[in-house]
């Protein structure tokens, strides 16, 4: 975990030489690598960490006014609120976040915590069927797919989504 910490702040390091492009597309990137921040620390259990992090995110969507990077917000927070298991909160974050790949994932297990099987079960197709050829969807949608036949494999993998170390 401190190895992908080391990644995203070379990654984060990058945004900041971009010399050759447009400054909203550096700042929807930062959002990005701070957002992966977030996932990180919380698999870590630093919820400090991880909090700062959320702060810094929410700091940027305040002034960015860019629904790329307010989505990252939401998204990260979603996951903070999911590993405190406020699955209620945490459910209107990440419903503000539903083209990211692990956002989907956390709302398919935070609808199957609540008892909100129709929702996990729309939540899981949309995952499965998504095509967004980014490293989140390459790390996530897969698994969904094994699934074909057999969708109650897909809600056990969806059980295992937790945030924890």
Known sequence: MKQALAYLGKAEAATQDGKN???????????QIVRARVEVALKMGNKDLANSNLER?????????????????????????????????????????????????????AYQKIGYSAGAK???ETLTNLNDPTLEQALVVP?????GDAPSSCVTNAKSAGLKR
Do not use: W
């Not at 492009?21 to 959002?31: G, H, M, P, T, V």
């Not at 406020?86 to 398919?108: G, R, V, W």
């Open 21 to 31: 492009a447009l400054r909203i597309a550096l700042s929807q990137e930062l959002a």
């Open 57 to 109: 995110l929410a700091t940027m969507s305040e002034s960015a006014n860019d629904r790329l990077i307010e989505q990252a917000y939401h998204g990260a927070a979603g996951a903070v609120l999911f590993s405190e298991h406020k699955y209620d909160q945490a459910i209107s974050h990440l419903e503000e976040d539903t083209t990211n790949p692990l956002s989907l994932k956390l709302l398919a297990t």
């Open 122 to 124: 729309r939540t899981n």
């Open 143 to 147: 698994a969904f797919r094994k699934c």
